[in-house]
């Protein structure tokens, strides 16, 4: 555990194990109603669904920004908590999600998975909720990792949880990332492109729940972060001019000078277009690819939701 500031920091292997970490330390009642943007990665739904929690999604618009008043009408005496997504790691409304929180006396939660070490206004995303977590193995070469940022008073009991061992494919993997052209040699060799155009192609299964390991601990305790997140940046500034060349739509009009960017995401026209920039990508290995694997609920019905995924584009800010 680290202290800084006025929050705890804690290391866990998955984003999703800090999630529910972090919610068992909030001790909320089961059967309570935890709030989503209906634009989520299904994984966030295991630890909710795990601690007998009830996911209740609101409607967001094509930036990803709440529709605030249908989510203010989604808040009943259920509600104990509202999750707040950077989605693709650039800062939300933080401040009307922490007032509304507490008008509303409900928990904030900050989802940062794909903001590790961004910044908004001087102050560590992730860290504006009761609880918040960011995943640094989205970013990094290791093995693992996802953080639980908590409020100085929030106890998180972790007697009861082991440290993940590392397996062998593991460190195969890290090592051949270090020689990124026998790497893209090897994957143009045996790999064909993924389906990025089916839902199903990345939906992750359930987890056990692990601490970080070291080696992934040493790692992250090391990075100049700010550093990359400068790179990151330059990046996705790089794909948004290639974007307007290619008429796409950028989801945001401009990217917050603070953050680090998981990647440049943007609409296409259709998603025949889609799939033509996905092939474009794995043409000239370059990572294009699509993002979430959405809940069941908003993956096997038509939807607005469905509709605005089979037009995302993905531009990975990675160097």
């Known amino acids: 555990m680290n202290r800084e500031n006025d929050f705890n920091t804690f290391y ?10 972090g919610l068992l330390g909030l001790k909320i009642k089961q059967g309570k109603e935890i709030l989503l ?11 909710i669904e795990d601690l007998k929690l009830r996911p209740v999604f609101y409607s967001t618009s094509e930036d990803l920004t709440p529709e605030w008043n ?39 939660i900050e ?3 794909h903001g590790y070490g961004g910044y908004f206004d001087k102050r560590l995303l992730g860290t504006f909720g009761d609880i918040g977590i960011s995943s640094p193995r989205k970013f990094l070469d290791i093995n693992c990792g996802g953080i639980l940022y908590t409020k100085k008073d929030l106890i ?20 051949i990332n270090r020689f990124p052209k026998l790497k893209k040699r090897l994957v143009k060799t ?77 609409y296409a026209r259709s998603q025949k277009e889609a799939i033509e920039l996905f092939d474009w990508g794995w043409k ?3 990572a294009v690819f699509s993002w ?28």
Request: proline share 5%.
């Open 190 to 266: 045996f790999k064909s492109r993924p389906v990025y155009e089916k839902q199903e192609t990345f939906a992750e299964d359930k987890i056990n729940d692990y601490l970080i390991d070291k080696d992934s601990l040493d790692i992250v305790l090391s990075q100049n972060i700010r550093s990359f997140a400068m790179k990151r940046r330059e990046k996705y500034l790089y794909w948004e001019k290639f974007s307007s060349r290619r008429g796409l739509k950028p989801v945001f009009k401009s990217i917050y000078a603070e953050t680090n960017p998981w990647c440049f995401p943007a």
């Open 70 to 108: 249908v989510l203010e009408d989604k808040i009943t005496s259920k509600t104990a908590a509202i999750v707040m997504v950077n989605f693709f790691g650039q800062p939300q409304e933080i401040n009307k999600f922490i007032n509304l929180a507490r008008e509303k006396n409900i928990y904030l």
């Open 12 to 21: 866990f292997s998955h984003g999703r194990t800090a999630l529910k970490f």
């Open 292 to 319: 979430p694997t959405l809940p069941e609920q908003m993956r096997k019905n038509p939807s607005a939701v469905l509709e605005r995924w089979k037009r995302m584009v993905c531009f990975s800010t990675s160097f």
């Open 284 to 286: 000239n290995g370059v």
């Open 156 to 175: 998180i009991n972790l007697n009861e949880i082991k440290e993940m061992e590392v397996k062998s494919r593991s460190k195969v993997k890290r090592l």
């Open 37 to 47: 943007p209906d634009y989520i990665c299904d994984s966030v739904l295991y630890p």
């Open 111 to 113: 989802d940062n998975a």
